[in-house]
């Protein structure tokens, strides 16, 4: 049945959807925005291993705020710790 009330999903990105922040989802429009060869530089930049030793503890405590809080399961979350090196 219709329910005139009911929210439209389709206006939910589905790659971070209701449990990302206005910043984050912010971001994550402006990163959709850019050209690939620019994402490409920015996510090297990002993911380069001395940026990702020195921010070691910010990273392994927002991916156990993220398996406490259900966004990821924590397959995923060893998953990313393993690809990340940590």
């Known amino acids: 049945m219709w329910n005139p009330f009911k929210k439209n999903d389709s206006k939910i990105s ?6 990302m922040g206005m910043l984050q989802k912010l971001a994550m429009k402006r990163l959709e925005k850019m050209n690939p060869e620019e994402r490409e530089k920015l996510m090297k930049k990002a993911l380069d291993p001395e940026n990702i030793a020195k921010n ?3 990273i392994l405590t927002s991916i156990e705020q993220m398996k406490a809080s259900g966004q990821i399961t924590e397959e995923q979350a060893e998953m990313a710790k393993k690809k990340l090196g940590l």
């Open 56 to 58: 070691q503890d910010k």
């Open 14 to 19: 589905p790659v971070g959807g209701p449990k």
